[in-house]
């Protein structure tokens, strides 16, 4: 199944500003997957997309926790292309095991600390962000500073809009497939 609108095939099949920003991915990754691609056609979006990504990169939240996240999010979303990437960038760049990506796709984590964070992700994705103050203190009694709660809020952020792109665009999967076991 193809894409609902057309994902470059290469670099150079892209818009002429997409092309360096895609350049950049390639080094940084060797393969410059089909999502970047896809969100390519709009160099803004990209642009966007990828500085928000590097900004958080350098934020206080481990990238493990960052990877939870993400799987936790995208099952509560249902995007499959986001679960089968970040369900490989997890075991293969994160290094969590399978118990623990079960977890997270379940809104939790078997790490005492990081199951706060990702319970409170999940929250945020479930309540559209009608959290009480119970649950910011929740977050922060388990060892989260403000930096990182801040930082939580974007990465749903982040991955939620990743999520919804994929899944308007049906973006094609190019990473070991994983499938939502339901949308939320």
Same mark, same amino acid.
């Given at each position: 199944?193809?894409?609902?609108?057309?994902?470059?095939?290469?670099? &150079?099949?892209?818009?002429? !500003?997409?092309?360096? #920003?895609?350049?950049? /991915? $390639?080094?940084?990754?060797?393969?410059?997957?089909?999502?970047?691609? +896809? *969100?390519?056609?709009?160099?803004?979006? +990209?642009?966007?997309? #990828?500085?928000?990504?590097?900004?958080?990169?350098?934020?206080?939240?481990? &990238?493990?926790?960052?990877?939870?996240? &993400?799987?936790?999010?995208?099952?509560?979303?249902?995007? $499959?292309?986001?679960?089968?990437?970040?369900?490989?960038?997890?075991?293969? #760049?994160?290094?969590?095991?399978? &118990?623990?990506?079960?977890?997270?796709?379940?809104?939790?984590?078997?790490?005492?600390?990081?199951?706060? %964070?990702?319970?409170?992700? !999940?929250?945020?994705?479930?309540?559209?962000?009608?959290?009480?103050?119970?649950?910011?203190?929740?977050?922060?009694?388990?060892?989260?500073?403000?930096?990182?709660?801040?930082?939580?809020?974007?990465? /749903? %952020?982040?991955?939620?809009?990743?999520?919804?792109?994929?899944? /308007?665009?049906?973006?094609?999967?190019?990473?070991?497939? *994983?499938?939502?076991?339901?949308?939320?």
């Amino acid at each position: 199944m193809s894409s609902r609108i057309p994902t470059p095939a290469t670099i &150079a099949d892209a818009p002429a !500003a997409s092309q360096p #920003l895609l350049e950049a /991915v $390639n080094k940084q990754l060797g393969v410059v997957p089909n999502l970047f691609r +896809l *969100v390519s056609n709009s160099p803004a979006a +990209l642009e966007g997309y #990828l500085g928000l990504s590097a900004a958080l990169g350098k934020g206080k939240l481990p &990238a493990p926790t960052r990877e939870r996240i &993400a799987l936790a999010v995208a099952e509560i979303n249902g995007c $499959n292309y986001c679960l089968s990437a970040h369900t490989y960038l997890g075991k293969n #760049l994160a290094k969590l095991d399978d &118990a623990e990506i079960t977890a997270n796709r379940s809104g939790a984590s078997n790490d005492p600390k990081a199951d706060a %964070a990702v319970r409170f992700a !999940a929250k945020i994705v479930r309540e559209r962000g009608a959290l009480g103050a119970d649950d910011v203190e929740a977050v922060r009694l388990a060892g989260y500073d403000d930096a990182q709660i801040i930082e939580i809020v974007l990465h /749903v %952020a982040l991955n939620t809009w990743t999520n919804y792109v994929n899944e /308007v665009f049906q973006t094609e999967i190019d990473f070991p497939l *994983v499938a939502a076991r339901k949308a939320a």
